[in-house]
Nanobody
């Protein structure tokens, strides 16, 4: 069982930056691939980024590539999402998720989810 708690969301102006954190419980954190997803009102949950358990491989959605960076610190059992050059279209609830297998872009393939953190980007 893995419990996930996101933090770091908030209100920021267009062009600004935020860093989201996702703190995990459990002693086998490094065996889980981690992902970040987001969901805006009236829209489906959308893939943002994912990282393997070792942290050696990452993937990012085209919409955030070059602006967002996923990383992890297994010693601190935490995964991060650094978000730069934020746009109003990035406004959403951001969720982190864990998967006991290789990373995936599909939210249905993740086993554990956090409660989400709101990110609002004003124009």
């Amino acid at each position: 069982q893995v419990q996930l708690v996101e933090s770091g969301g908030g209100l920021v102006q267009s062009g600004g930056s935020l860093r989201l954190s996702c703190a995990a419980s459990g002693r086998t954190f490094s065996s889980y691939a981690m992902g970040w997803f987001r969901q805006a009102p009236g829209k489906e949950r959308e893939f943002v980024a994912a990282i393997t358990g070792s942290g050696l491989t990452t993937v990012h959605a085209d919409s955030v590539k070059g602006r967002f960076t996923i990383s992890r610190n297994n010693a601190k059992i935490t995964v991060y999402l650094q978000m730069n050059s934020l746009k109003p279209d990035d406004t959403a609830v951001y969720y982190c998720a864990a998967r006991s297998s290789f990373l995936s872009r599909l939210y249905r393939e993740y086993d554990y989810w956090g409660q989400g953190t709101q990110v609002t980007v004003s124009s």
